[in-house]
């Protein structure tokens, strides 16, 4: 949207109460995402009434997944743009529709981006490079197959053309996404005949970009414990530039869990796939996520996962209760667990992390790593990331610099470590 409106026109401000046109984008994908969401929603409209606002829009999976419901229940929202409408924002503002106008396009998923697309990123630094758009799979707790649509991914021509003008717009790492990251190029390679199918796969994809320059970081996130094969850690472990880092939701470890959410692995294939990712590369840096309380689970199936996270040890693990709605297919299993015992878990879970966490994080006392800089917080205090740390989802260096660069790389001595968090210094 940033990308439309700015050659438009359009100038951005932080700070609501100046905005003459407030656009609110949001998430739905769990019911504390509705809930921050409407919050803001509801917060930012009052600068209707006190402020310059003129126009009130809202964006995204929100009025995606509850459409008119949403629009009735909103009257201050002038206009809601679906999560295949992105590209008629400019359009909504230059001729504004009457008030309560809801402009939804039919279920069709989000147009698929090119290096056409106009972008204007709102990251310094690192730049998120999104290869593939919607998912084929049929998770029952998940709503984003209905919101995003089938996969569709972007050619590796295609995405090579935007690497590399981010590269030299100066960005220092990429990172590569998308709903199902790990299953980019399977849409592509079975809508052609055998003959002329080409082979557009996530290692090749790696491949490719990593070659563009050996002074930026590529990090893929949204992996899949099916789709990480050998061919894939060991094109991560040909490349010094590619971030040893692999982000892999497992969801659950229980066999019947797994069998419930539709996630088709069970808990020897993530035990070997773990074993193998660490025999190849013994210093990859490991990140899942865990979903606790899901309909069925019990005790056993609890502590089996428990058991795992003690065994594998991930480096990085986010935790989510179960969220429940009428739209997905996971309502209608029996045994769901209630809420106040999937906090329990959760907050076990999370306790167990974040002592292996911590252990981890004292691991690397005294070693020296290249950082990103990323930010100036005091005359000499920065923040900035290793490769071993994504960014937004993981923790940062706290770094003591005079002289440190944001937007560079420095190497930096580790010198005392947090729970999630590390601090060190430039050499
Ligand atoms: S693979 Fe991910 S995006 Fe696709 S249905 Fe499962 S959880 Fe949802």
């Known amino acids: 949207m940033l990308g439309e409106l700015t050659p438009a026109g359009f100038t951005v401000t932080p700070d609501p109460a100046l905005a003459d046109i407030i656009i609110v984008n949001t998430c739905s994908f769990i019911a504390s995402a509705v809930d921050e969401s409407v919050d803001e929603i ?33 009257p201050e929202v002038d206009a809601f743009l679906g999560t295949g409408a992105y590209h008629e924002i400019t359009e909504v503002l230059t001729h ?52 995003r649509g089938k996969l569709r991914s972007r050619t590796i021509t295609d995405i090579e053309i935007e690497a590399r003008h981010l590269i030299s717009s100066g ?20 809508n052609l005949p055998a003959n002329v199918r080409i082979h557009e796969s996530l290692p090749r994809l790696l491949e490719k970009i990593a070659e563009i320059s050996s002074d930026t970081w ?42 419930r959410m539709g996630r088709h692995y069970d808990k020897n294939d993530l035990l070997r796939l773990f074993d193998n990712i660490r025999k190849i590369i ?3 840096a490991l990140r899942t996520t865990i979903m606790v309380g899901f309909p069925g689970e019990t005790d056993n199936d609890f502590t089996q996962m428990l058991d795992f996270i003690k065994t594998v040890r991930f480096d990085h693990l986010g935790a989510f209760t179960y969220s429940d709605a009428e739209d997905l297919s996971s309502h209608g299993l029996s045994g769901h667990v209630p809420e106040k015992i999937a906090q329990k878990r959760h907050h076990v879970l999370m306790s167990a992390q974040a002592d292996i966490s911590a252990e981890k994080n ?8 290249p950082v990103l800089v990323e930010e100036q917080m005091e005359a000499e ?17 706290y770094i003591d610099s005079a002289d440190a660069a944001v937007g560079e790389f420095a190497d930096v001595k580790i010198c005392d470590a947090l729970e999630y968090d590390l601090r060190g210094e430039t050499l």
């Open 42 to 74: 509801l917060e930012l409209a009052e600068f209707k009434k006190t402020g310059r606002c003129e126009r009130f829009i809202v964006t995204g999976c929100l009025p995606e997944r509850f459409r008119e419901a949403l629009a009735e229940s909103l």
């Open 96 to 147: 504004p529709p009457e008030q309560g106008f809801c402009l939804l396009p039919p279920l069709a998923g989000l147009p698929i981006q090119t290096h056409n697309t106009p972008r204007t990123p709102s990251t310094s630094s690192m730049a998120y490079l999104k290869v593939t758009e919607g998912c084929n799979r049929h998770c029952t707790y998940c709503i984003i197959p209905k919101l």
């Open 171 to 190: 960005f220092k790492e990429l990172v590569i996404i998308g709903q199902d990251t790990g299953c980019y190029g399977q849409d592509l390679a079975s």
């Open 218 to 259: 590529i990090r893929f996130l949204y992996g899949s414990p099916d789709t990480t094969d050998e061919k894939l850690i060991r094109t991560v472990a040909a490349h010094e530039n590619i971030c040893s880092y692999f982000d892999i939701p497992i969801q659950h470890v229980s066999d019947r869990i797994l069998n």
């Open 282 to 284: 013994p210093d990859a």
């Open 362 to 369: 004292l691991n690397h006392i005294g070693h020296i790593y």
């Open 381 to 397: 205090l920065f923040t900035g990331r290793t490769s071993f740390q994504a960014p937004e989802v993981d923790g940062i260096i």
